[in-house]
């Protein structure tokens, strides 16, 4: 949980400049750590009004949305966000892992948190799937092996 002097340091940087991407962003954020979905997702509307581009308000929209059980297809999207269901991104991973091989000309290891961020980050995508259920999915898997540690390798040895 994350202290209340967060939630009024944001709301006071908010006062100041009521658009501003990043606090909003983080404000949001706050809430939902402290798991106040109903409150996050309020603040992620008003954001995403103000910033439709922006992934941050997209980020807590998605969260907000995922974790009060309501489906983001029915949200009012301006535009379409690229939304990845686990299965493609597990797919995007594992394109990701044979690139990363085939640059290296060995088997590379990856981080699972890294995987989870990495392979969407320049292509302005976003998970509709919590880190725990990432980290889940890619472990069963079989394409994958993971370390006890959460290294992430090809599990076939790709020919390089």
């Known amino acids: ?19 501003d991407d990043y606090i909003l962003w983080r404000l949001g954020d706050v809430y939902l750590q402290n798991k106040n979905y109903q409150k996050a997702l309020e603040i992620g509307k008003y954001h995403y009004e103000i910033h439709p581009d922006s992934p941050n308000a997209i980020d807590t929209l998605l969260k907000s949305l995922e974790r009060l059980g309501e489906p983001v297809e029915t949200f009012p999207w301006k535009g379409n966000p690229k939304i990845l269901k686990i299965e493609d991104a597990l797919n995007i991973v594992y394109e990701y892992m044979l690139q990363k091989s085939h640059k290296r ?29 990432f980290e889940e999915r890619i472990r069963n898997d079989e394409r994958f092996l993971v370390s006890i540690e959460g290294d992430v390798s090809l599990k076939n040895d790709v020919k390089l």
Do not use: A, Q, T
Not at 2 to 12: A, F, H, M
């Open 1 to 19: 949980m994350v202290g209340s002097w967060e939630i009024e340091y944001c709301l006071e940087r908010l006062n100041r400049n009521p658009e």
């Open 105 to 133: 000309g060995r088997k590379k290891k990856v981080h699972f948190l890294d995987l989870y961020s990495y392979p969407f980050h320049d292509k302005n995508l976003f998970l509709l799937f919590s880190i725990d259920h």
